[in-house]
């Protein structure tokens, strides 16, 4: 699951329209509006990486009055988890685990140094 904080900056004086067909979209919650009522904060739920993307997408063609989406903060430890679990997975049933490496021949994840 990943879980966003984000700002959905919409057309001058739209803001009440974004929010009637924002009701259509149940993994999005709203939460406060800037008072010049051309920013909202909502946060958006989806499965994953690309089901957030597809999402964003689907909010900008069915409420045209959005203009842009920003995330503030973006929440996806599970999606982590379930990387480290297929990892952890690869490595029992002997499958290649190695990390991509840089130019340098730095590892791209893993330990840090």
């Given at each position: 699951?990943v879980?966003?904080?984000?700002?959905?900056?919409?057309?001058?004086?739209?803001?009440?329209?974004?929010?009637?067909?924002?009701?259509?979209?149940?993994?999005?919650?709203?939460?406060?509006?800037?008072?010049?009522?051309?920013?909202?904060?909502v946060?958006?739920e989806?499965?994953?990486?690309?089901?957030?993307?597809?999402l964003?997408?689907?909010l900008?063609?069915?409420?045209?009055?959005?203009?842009?989406?920003?995330?503030?903060?973006?929440?996806?430890?599970?999606?982590?988890?379930?990387?480290?679990?297929r990892?952890?997975?690869?490595?029992?049933?002997?499958?290649?685990?190695?990390?991509?490496?840089?130019?340098?021949?730095?590892?791209?994840?893993?330990?840090?140094?």
């Amino acid at each position: 699951m990943v879980i966003t904080g984000s700002s959905l900056f919409v057309e001058p004086g739209t803001h009440q329209q974004v929010l009637k067909a924002l009701v259509a979209f149940p993994n999005v919650t709203y939460h406060v509006k800037s008072e010049s009522g051309t920013e909202l904060v909502v946060n958006l739920e989806a499965p994953d990486h690309e089901g957030l993307e597809v999402l964003c997408e689907k909010l900008k063609k069915c409420i045209p009055q959005i203009v842009e989406i920003n995330h503030l903060y973006v929440s996806f430890e599970e999606e982590v988890d379930k990387i480290k679990m297929r990892s952890v997975n690869a490595i029992h049933s002997g499958g290649d685990c190695t990390p991509p490496f840089n130019p340098e021949g730095k590892p791209l994840w893993g330990k840090r140094g």
